[in-house]
């Protein structure tokens, strides 16, 4: 079955240290995005990309980076310039770039727990 | 800038009965898509319901309805026959060329 893979489920960071999270899917969608979830509230958007190789910064990039070198993959890094990284990770991918960008649902992974130790 | 927004954090109905989630929206597009979402408790997001904007017909997906008050910028979600199952966080999200917004959510809560 087609989906979207995210890996881990759970994470620590320690201080100072940068996290990658792994985001992977065999849907063959052209876009993906990383958004982030905090209790009780709804999803920030950190980077998104429509295409190989090239990505854009959400309304939360700051402390993230991102590369996007695989039509599949899409990870995430938590860097240790994010000083509040404690929160639920969400990947998303769609189908359609350019025009369509935007107006294809997102299916989504499971999620990423990062909590800091 | 486009902005989604979800005036009720939290709602309950008891089982069997009918519910509506509030959804507003502000938007320059003239070509944009609206989704619901719904994510239970085990976490994974899915896609509930889709509306595009062109059309003047309300999406309908077995229980679950929408009301698209496109003058109003209103896109409300009518869940009839409420369900166990349909407890969950329920996300408004406006799509268009290039940007996909989400609200802050609804937590909705069906009590047997």
């Known amino acids: 079955d087609g989906g979207i893979t995210q890996s881990p489920k759970y994470l620590f960071r320690k201080e100072g240290q940068n996290v990658t999270l792994s985001c992977e899917q065999n849907l063959n969608h052209d876009a993906m995005y990383w958004y982030r979830q905090d209790p009780g509230q709804g999803l920030r958007l950190i980077y998104y990309?429509?295409?190989?190789?090239?990505?854009q910064k959400g309304d939360i990039a700051e402390g993230y980076s991102v590369s996007r070198e695989k039509k599949e993959s899409f990870p995430l890094t938590v860097t240790s310039a994010q000083k509040n990284p404690t929160a639920f990770y969400l990947c998303a991918s769609s189908i359609g770039t350019g025009p369509l960008f935007g107006n294809q649902p997102q299916h989504f992974g499971d999620g990423t727990r990062l909590s800091i130790l | 800038a486009q902005t989604v927004t979800q005036s009720q954090p939290e709602m309950s109905v008891q089982e069997a009965e009918t519910v509506t989630l509030s959804c507003t929206y502000d938007t320059s597009e003239n070509n944009y898509y609206l989704f619901w979402y719904k994510q239970p408790p085990s976490r994974q997001m899915i896609l509930v319901i889709r509306q595009e904007a062109y059309k003047q017909q309300n999406a309908t997906e077995n229980r679950f309805s929408v009301n698209f008050q496109k003058a109003a910028k209103s896109f409300s979600l009518k869940i009839s026959d409420s369900q166990l199952g349909d407890t969950a966080m329920y996300f408004c999200?406006?799509?268009?060329?290039?940007?996909?917004?989400f609200g802050d959510g609804t937590t909705l809560t069906v009590k047997p």
């Open positions: 999200a406006l799509g268009s060329a290039g940007k996909s917004t």
């Open positions: 990309s429509q295409i190989v190789n090239d990505f």
